[in-house]
C-alpha cells in the first residue's frame, strides 16, 4: 500500500547504465560493450536527469521514495562518477526520504575497496549477478566472473554492511539436471543473502542461447522438470526463512525490494537512461532503445524519442489484475471501491474451481496465487480479467 508522507505520494526512480564488458548469452536487455562511450553515456545521462526533473516531477505532489540503478553493469562505474549521479539525482528530485538505493552489480567488476565506496555515498541495497556457482554453468551463460568471485563479492558485501544483500540465480541453464540446481540453492543459503533471486532461464529472440536452441546445439528443459524445480525451490527456501512474496523473488524478513515491489502494486516512477521504462500520472514512458539515438538527441538540446502510452481507467484496471496477482494478490475492497467490482465474484464458476484446485486462496478479502498457481500465472491472469471485466 502507497503510504504518503505530508501528503505527498512516494515514486521510485529507475536508471539504466547499459554497458558490460561481454554480453552474456541469454541476455535481451539493452546493453553495449563500448566501454570507451562510458564518459560520453554519463554526461548525457546528468543532463536527462535534470531536464526530465524539471518536466516531469511535481515536488508538490511527490516524494522519492526508492532508487533503482540498474544495467548492465553498473559496477563499471567508478564510485566517483556513481557519486554524480546520486548528486544530480539529489539536487533535481531529493533522495533525503529515499528509503531504498539500490544497484545491480557483477562480481567481476567488485572490490571490497569499491564496495565500501559506494556504501558511502548513499547506495545501501546491492544486487549482485551471480546466476550459478558451477563453473560450466557459467560457460555457457558466457558470465565472466568465477564461483570463486562470486562468493568472495558476496561476503565482501555482507562485510561492508549494506542494508540488503541480494544475488541473482538462473535455473533450467542448458543440460543442467535437478542435483546441480540444489547444489547451488545450497549454497545460497549456506551464504545467507538477505534476498534471493531465481529466474527460471527464457531464450528470447536474438540471443546467442536463442540461435544454439533453433540450431539444434542445446536443448530446453521440458515444463514438467521447471516446475519441478520452481516448487522445490520454493519449499526449500521458505524452509529456510524465506518468504517467497513474488513468483521469482525471496527474502527474510522486512528485506523484499522495495522498489519492485512498489511497481507490483501499481505504484509511479521515473526512468533515467537508454530503453528506460517508466509511470507517471496515468502515462506509461520507454525511452529509446537506441545508444546512438540516446546521446545524439541530448548532445544536440533534441528531446530523446519515447513510446508513451497514456492509460485508460480499463488499462489500469488490468494491470491491477496483472501486476497484483504476480506478488501481494488482488483485494476484493480495492476492486469494489476503486474498480466498482462486488465481491460475489468469490461464487463465480472460475473462482471456486481455482479454489478447489489450488491455486489461488483468499485471506482477508485478498486474492493470491499459491505455489502451483504461480506455475499458471499468465492463464490464470488471463481468466481473472475475463472474468472480472463482465462484472465491470
Same mark, same amino acid.
Given at each position: ?45 546528468? &543532463? *536527462? %536527469?535534470?531536464?526530465? =526533473? !524539471? ?13 533503482? /540503478? $540498474? ?27 529515499? &528509503? *531504498? %538505493?539500490?544497484?545491480? =552489480? !557483477? ?13 558511502? /555515498? $548513499? ?27 562470486? &562468493? ?20 533450467? /541453464? ?140 480499463n488499462d489500469k484496471f488490468e494491470e491491477y489484475i496483472i501486476l497484483g496477482l504476480r506478488a501481494e494478490g488482488i483485494n476484493l475492497n480495492t476492486l469494489k471501491e476503486k474498480y ?53
Amino acid at each position: 500500500m502507497i503510504q504518503k508522507k505530508d501528503n505527498k505520494i512516494p515514486i521510485g526512480i529507475y536508471l539504466h547504465f547499459p554497458y558490460c564488458k561481454n554480453i552474456c548469452s541469454y541476455c535481451d536487455f539493452v546493453v553495449d560493450k563500448n566501454l570507451d562511450q562510458i564518459e560520453r553515456y554519463l554526461n548525457a545521462l546528468l &543532463i *536527462e %536527469i535534470e531536464e526530465t =526533473s !524539471n518536466k516531469y516531477y511535481d515536488s508538490t505532489k511527490y516524494y522519492i521514495n526508492t532508487l533503482y /540503478i $540498474g544495467g548492465g553493469t553498473p559496477s563499471l562505474l567508478s564510485p566517483s562518477q556513481m557519486s554524480l549521479i546520486i548528486n544530480k539525482l539529489n539536487n533535481h528530485l531529493d533522495l533525503s526520504n529515499a &528509503i *531504498e %538505493i539500490s544497484m545491480e =552489480s !557483477n562480481p567481476a567488476s567488485l572490490d571490497l575497496q569499491k564496495m565500501k565506496e559506494y556504501k558511502s /555515498i $548513499g547506495i545501501n541495497r546491492i544486487s549482485i549477478g551471480v546466476q550459478s556457482f558451477i563453473k560450466k554453468e557459467l560457460g555457457i551463460l558466457k558470465r565472466n566472473h568465477s564461483p570463486n568471485s562470486a &562468493i568472495k563479492s558476496i561476503y565482501e558485501a555482507k562485510e561492508v554492511g549494506f542494508n540488503s544483500v541480494n544475488f541473482d540465480l538462473i535455473y533450467s /541453464i542448458p543440460n543442467q539436471i535437478n542435483k546441480d540446481w540444489i547444489s547451488n540453492l545450497e549454497k545460497a543459503l549456506e551464504l545467507e543473502p538477505d534476498h534471493l533471486s531465481c529466474y527460471n532461464l527464457t531464450y528470447e529472440v536474438g540471443t546467442p542461447l536463442y540461435t544454439k536452441l533453433k540450431s539444434g546445439l542445446i536443448t530446453k528443459n521440458n515444463e514438467e522438470l521447471d516446475a519441478n524445480i520452481f516448487l522445490q525451490t520454493s519449499e526449500l527456501l521458505e524452509k529456510n526463512a524465506y518468504k517467497h512474496y513474488e513468483v521469482s523473488n525471496y527474502s527474510k524478513v522486512n528485506h523484499e525490494c522495495l522498489h519492485n515491489l512498489e511497481i507490483w502494486r501499481n505504484g509511479e516512477y521515473l526512468g533515467f537512461g537508454v530503453g528506460a521504462h517508466w509511470y507517471i500520472n496515468g502515462i506509461r514512458y520507454e525511452n529509446s532503445k537506441s545508444i546512438n539515438d540516446y546521446l545524439t538527441k541530448i548532445e544536440k538540446g533534441i528531446e530523446i524519442s519515447r513510446n508513451v502510452k497514456t492509460l485508460n481507467e480499463n488499462d489500469k484496471f488490468e494491470e491491477y489484475i496483472i501486476l497484483g496477482l504476480r506478488a501481494e494478490g488482488i483485494n476484493l475492497n480495492t476492486l469494489k471501491e476503486k474498480y466498482k467490482i462486488n465481491h460475489n465474484i468469490l461464487d463465480s464458476y472460475i473462482v471456486k474451481k481455482m479454489i478447489a484446485e489450488n491455486y489461488i486462496k483468499i485471506n482477508k478479502l485478498n486474492i493470491k496465487l499459491t505455489k502451483i498457481g504461480y506455475l499458471l500465472a499468465d492463464s490464470i491472469t488471463y481468466e481473472f480479467i475475463k472474468l472480472l471485466i463482465v462484472q465491470k
